[in-house]
């Protein structure tokens, strides 16, 4: 065990308000650190301006800030800074670029989604599809609870345009092999575009996408310690130059008149609008957190609490572990005859608060009942002694329960 326990909370001004609070949904959103919300504070503060519009103090300090952050972001993901869009986050992204890729399908093109999507990855493509008569496949998982690849594989043929995938699934807690999955791809049919939903994988595991080499990649900043409000849709050079910008308006135009628009050269032409600034400047401090602690130790850390909450929790017969022996940061439970939803006010009550009754992944599958799930999901702010108080806490509002179904 490395010593991330010991030091980290006193980093989240979030403690010092919610002194006896155990948070155990950093799936649904990561606190966060102090550099971030200061970051916040700074921007409006002292600079609270737009770029690429005049030419004055304020303009200046601000295009160099915008530089230093859209670089930083790039070496972190290992791409080039003329490949990111800035989006409010995931669904938000997701939203724009189902829109946009489907806008280029034909009538009976295919797209491959799975179960284990969250909502966010998988209503815009059916939604957007509507209009094209999209075929759609869905992908099986194997016994790993991965996206079982070679059955991918066998279900992509030539009318095959994308496949839109979760990196980290939300629920199951696993690491998808993206790179298996993009030589599947290569090798039936090298037009189909892979996007990968990354929310639940960045700042948790490494995301080197020149590795990984998704066509499209995105995410949220609020969950990997940045603010609300601001994403990366990551798309590669050779399609962001075919598709069209997510949105129009100032900034994404060099000229228009009513009879001809000129647009800027990507990427500014998906600029369209005041950037969330203050989110894109947190995102770079996030990334400046992560990288100072490493985000090997940052997996591992959370790896280690998810196997020592399992092996706490494996004799309570009243708990199935779904995902047993998954490398992952989330512990994915499931409640037999009692409500998850009144465990989690119980434990609510004791300052514990974790996700519970249903997730968004809601497509009924053999591994779990969605509506009797509970998902803990742990950060570097989160300790051992922690889960000893809600193993405690769990095993006293049992004990209630017992009583109740031996009355
Ligand atoms: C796998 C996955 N994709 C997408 C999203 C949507 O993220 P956001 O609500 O930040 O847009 C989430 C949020 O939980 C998620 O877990």
Redesign the pocket.
Known sequence: MNNLDKNKKKEFPFFKENKKLIYFDS??TSLKPKLVIDEITNFYTKLNYSNFRSVNVLSEKINIKFEEAIEKIANFLNVQKEELIFTA????G?NDLARVLIKRLKRNDEIILGDF??A??FLPWIEYGKEKKIKFKYYKINEKFEIDVSDLEKKINEKTKIISI?H???TLGTTNNIKEIRKAINKKNKDCILVV?G??AVGHIETNLKTLDPDCYLF?G??MFASNGV?ICYIKNNLLNKIEPFKYGGGNNIDFQKDKIIYKNVPKNFYSGTLNYPGIFSLSKAIDFIEKIGIKNIENYCNELKNYAEEKLKNFEEIKIINKNVKSSILFLEMKNIPAEDISYLLGRKNILFRSGTN?VKIKNEYFNQNKTIRLSFHIYNEKKEIDKFVNELENALKTFRKLINK
Not at 89 to 92: K, N, Q
């Open positions: 799936a649904l986050g995931a669904t938000d997701l999507e969250h966010s990855n979760a980290v699934f939300n939903d929310a639940q949220s609020h969950k994403g968004c």
